[in-house]
Structure formats: structure tokens, C-alpha cells
């Protein structure tokens, strides 16, 4: 079983359309949670950055954590043509200079706008 | 402009014949990694860097090596190059551990034939 998983879809949906994006994972050690936009032929890029459970927001949107659950989620308000991309989660366990706290990525979800 | 380069983009090659992918950040950023990406696998860290001189392996480190000579670049080298390292290599730098930001490269579109 993999540590992180996500639905690698792809996903369709209508402009202006909320678009909610998911991953579980099985670490409790996770403490640091990230979403990542990757264009196509370009690397990815971070989107969003939380940390332990709770909500955030930023503009259209908005990443979630349930650490409880093992589960978060991203979603997309209004989605325009320009939010079609891969989205790929993030997770780490603790922020520190010693050891190797890597990321563990999710597969991605292909996400498409259309207009 | 705050940028992580590889070169090359794309590269085709035979297998056996040792090839060198670069990469190079201007953040002084402390933590440089690489990954590779496959369809239904995502990324997977091959290794990474905490500093100048100190390297180590990461999930998938078989048939890789890298060196960290400078704080800016850290290269990739592959001795022997087989067709089961046929995938798409990015680059990453953090300022310090990956759990902070991690600014990726453009990719490199590896082929062996």
C-alpha cells in the first residue's frame, strides 16, 4: 500500500465549476501538507502549504487537512480553463536540517476546465 | 529571476553510454533533490543533497550518482544507462528541508535505447 494516494483521474468539469481534488494518506507522521500545480512539460510548482489539520485559503482556493481522518483535500472555486493542470499533494513529516524530511508525493489527478 | 535549470530538456541515448544531467539554482537554497516521474508512480526521490558534500539515497537510488561540489549545482550522472531509466528527471532546491517550498526544474525528458 502506498504511503499517499490519489486519484489519478482525469478529471473534467465545467468552467466555472467548484472542483474538489482528494488524498489519503497512511503516515501519522505527516505534519506538513502541500499542493503542487504541474503544467504539462513544466515542473510543478507549489499552489498551497498547510500545516497540520485545519483550513487555508487563498483567493479561489482552499486546502484542507483532516488529520484524523488521514484525508486532505483541495478545492478549486469558479475553476477557469487556466486551473487545467496535474495537481499533486505533498506531505512531510517535520521541518529540520538534520536527516532527510522528504516530500511524498501523490500520483496527481489530471485535472481539465472546460470552457 | 529565482529559477532551478537542468540541461539538458530532452535527451535520447543507447544504453551503456554514461551521460550527465545538470542542475543549477540561484537561491542558495541548502537542499537539492532529484526526482523522477512515471505514469501511476508520481515522484519518487532518487537523492538528495542537505549541503555542500553531503549526499544521500533517496527511495530509488540504483543506477544514479550524484555530487554536490558546489552549493548551486548538483549534478545527475548516469555510468550505464538502461531503458528502465527511461523518464521524466526534475531537479528540486529547498531553502532547507523539502517541507519548506521546493522550487522544481523544467524537467529532462530522458530516453535509452
Known amino acids: 500500500q502506498k504511503e499517499v494516494e490519489q486519484d489519478p483521474g482525469p478529471l473534467s468539469v465545467p468552467e466555472g465549476a467548484i472542483v474538489s481534488l482528494n488524498c489519503t494518506y497512511s503516515?501519522?507522521?505527516?505534519?506538513?501538507f502541500m499542493w503542487y500545480r504541474q503544467y504539462s512539460r513544466k515542473g510543478p510548482e507549489l499552489l498551497m502549504y498547510?500545516?497540520?489539520?485545519g483550513n487555508k485559503e487563498d483567493g479561489r482556493f482552499t486546502a484542507q487537512v483532516d488529520k484524523s481522518s488521514k484525508y486532505i483535500s483541495l478545492f478549486i472555486r469558479d475553476s477557469q480553463p487556466s486551473d487545467s493542470a496535474t495537481y499533486l499533494c505533498?506531505?512531510?513529516?517535520?521541518?529540520?536540517?538534520?536527516?532527510?524530511?522528504?516530500?511524498?508525493f501523490g500520483t496527481g489527478t489530471r485535472l481539465t476546465i472546460i470552457p | 529571476e529565482a529559477q532551478v535549470t537542468q540541461n539538458p530538456r530532452y535527451l535520447i541515448t543507447v544504453t551503456g553510454k554514461k551521460l550527465t544531467v545538470t542542475c543549477s539554482q540561484n537561491?542558495?537554497?541548502?537542499?537539492m533533490s532529484w526526482y523522477r516521474q512515471d505514469p501511476g508512480l508520481g515522484l519518487r526521490q532518487i537523492y538528495y543533497?542537505?549541503?555542500?558534500?553531503?549526499?544521500d539515497k533517496g527511495d530509488v537510488p540504483e543506477g544514479y550518482k550524484v555530487s554536490r561540489k558546489e552549493k548551486r549545482n548538483f549534478p545527475l550522472i548516469l555510468e550505464s544507462p538502461s531503458p528502465n531509466q527511461t523518464s521524466l528527471y526534475f531537479c528540486?532546491?529547498?531553502?532547507?528541508?523539502?517541507?519548506?517550498?521546493?522550487?522544481f526544474g523544467q524537467g529532462t525528458r530522458l530516453t535509452v535505447v
Open positions: 528540486a532546491s529547498s531553502l532547507l528541508a523539502p517541507s519548506t517550498e521546493a522550487f
Open positions: 503516515n501519522s507522521a505527516f505534519q506538513y
Open positions: 498547510t500545516y497540520s489539520s
Open positions: 505533498a506531505m512531510s513529516a517535520l521541518v529540520s536540517n538534520f536527516g532527510n524530511e522528504k516530500l511524498t
Open positions: 537561491m542558495n537554497h541548502e537542499y
Open positions: 543533497s542537505m549541503n555542500v558534500e553531503v549526499t
